[in-house]
């Protein structure tokens, strides 16, 4: 039984999100929790003290959050009713990467499903705020499925890879399992921008190999001189269904000069994008 938070405004496009996490998932025995978080539109001394329960005073926002996961789940029932599917909701008093990172704990969160912002008459996919924020905070892997993409399934998985840091099995699971669901191919890009592998990248790519060895899979290296860009004009020329990174953390040095690369491709990638949190440390790892 797999755990899905899926985080919800109440909007269109939370609304495809959901339509595609029920499609994605649908052969797939599943615990869905539809999230909605709230805080007032200006903070009173009975909410500082235990939240909206102790006031005594109505509150607009509870009404509205809890209406509207009523609404939804009413929606996805009358719409899919998947009989391997269980949907549960939860109303939060709480900013939204707070409560998540406690569901995360409370409720062992597989994955998180999480749509993007539009922003209209532009082609480009421009991440809302929050999903920025879920994803550079979270500590499970989150997928983000553009506004308006519709369910297409995945037999083409693009995951792009540095091979600086060193690969465990469990971070990878999600993407792994996404692949065997499908039955779909991983193409593991790098991109090269001017040197050759050190001696412990090899070994990481190496290991990667060994990880991804029970399903089909094939290494592509190509050049480019800035990664983001390359990634984007890569998916131009080929297609594919869902791309796969890794949300690696970059020096304090290089935080300070320029955006980190996950944000920078999640502006423009148009396909469902599948973060995984990076939990290794820049070392390199020897095979046994």
């Given at each position: 039984?797999?755990?899905?938070?899926?985080?919800?405004?109440?909007?269109?496009?939370?609304?495809?999100?959901?339509?595609?996490?029920?499609?994605?998932?649908?052969?797939?025995?599943?615990?869905?929790?539809?999230?909605?978080?709230?805080?007032?539109?200006?903070?009173?001394?009975?909410?500082?003290?235990?939240?909206?329960?102790?006031?005594?005073?109505?509150?607009?926002?509870?009404?509205?959050?809890?209406?509207?996961?009523?609404?939804?789940?009413?929606?996805?029932?009358?719409?899919?009713?998947?009989?391997k599917h269980i949907y549960k909701t939860i109303s939060a008093f709480n900013e939204l990467t707070d409560e998540i990172s406690d569901l995360n704990i409370k409720k062992d969160?597989?994955?998180?499903?999480?749509?993007?912002?539009?922003?209209?008459?532009?082609?480009?996919?421009?991440?809302?705020?929050?999903?920025?924020?879920?994803?550079?905070?979270?500590?499970?892997?989150?997928?983000?499925?553009?506004?308006?993409?519709?369910?297409?399934?995945?037999?083409?998985?693009?995951?792009?890879?540095?091979?600086?840091?060193?690969?465990?099995?469990?971070?990878?699971?999600?993407?792994?399992?996404?692949?065997?669901?499908?039955?779909?191919?991983?193409?593991?890009?790098?991109?090269?921008?001017?040197?050759?592998?050190?001696?412990?990248?090899?070994?990481?790519?190496?290991?990667?190999?060994?990880?991804?060895?029970?399903?089909?899979?094939?290494?592509?290296?190509?050049?480019?001189?800035?990664?983001?860009?390359?990634?984007?004009?890569?998916?131009?020329?080929?297609?594919?269904?869902?791309?796969?990174?890794?949300?690696?953390?970059?020096?304090?040095?290089?935080?300070?000069?320029?955006?980190?690369?996950?944000?920078?491709?999640?502006?423009?990638?148009?396909?469902?994008?599948?973060?995984?949190?990076?939990?290794?440390?820049?070392?390199?790892?020897?095979?046994?």
């Open positions: 039984m797999k755990t899905i938070l899926i985080p919800t405004d109440f909007s269109k496009n939370a609304w495809n999100t959901i339509a595609y996490a029920m499609e994605f998932l649908k052969e797939e025995r599943c615990t869905f929790y539809f999230l909605h978080t709230y805080t007032p539109a200006f903070y009173r001394m009975d909410y500082i003290i235990g939240g909206p329960e102790f006031s005594a005073i109505p509150d607009k926002g509870v009404d509205d959050s809890v209406q509207g996961l009523e609404r939804t789940l009413e929606a996805v029932k009358a719409k899919f009713n998947n009989p969160i597989d994955l998180i499903i999480m749509g993007t912002q539009g922003a209209s008459g532009v082609k480009e996919i421009f991440l809302g705020t929050n999903t920025v924020h879920v994803i550079r905070k979270s500590k499970v892997p989150v997928l983000v499925i553009p506004s308006g993409y519709s369910y297409q399934g995945i037999k083409h998985v693009l995951f792009t890879a540095d091979y600086i840091s060193d690969y465990d099995r469990n971070q990878l699971y999600v993407a792994i399992e996404i692949a065997k669901m499908y039955d779909a191919e991983i193409t593991v890009l790098h991109i090269k921008e001017e040197y050759d592998l050190t001696k412990a990248q090899e070994e990481n790519k190496a290991l990667l190999g060994l990880y991804l060895a029970q399903i089909p899979h094939v290494f592509k290296e190509e050049r480019g001189t800035y990664m983001p860009e390359a990634i984007i004009d890569y998916l131009d020329r080929n297609d594919y269904e869902l791309l796969v990174m890794m949300n690696r953390k970059h020096s304090f040095f290089e935080r300070m000069m320029k955006r980190q690369h996950v944000d920078q491709v999640g502006f423009h990638v148009q396909i469902p994008f599948l973060v995984i949190p990076d939990v290794t440390k820049n070392t390199k790892k020897s095979l046994q």
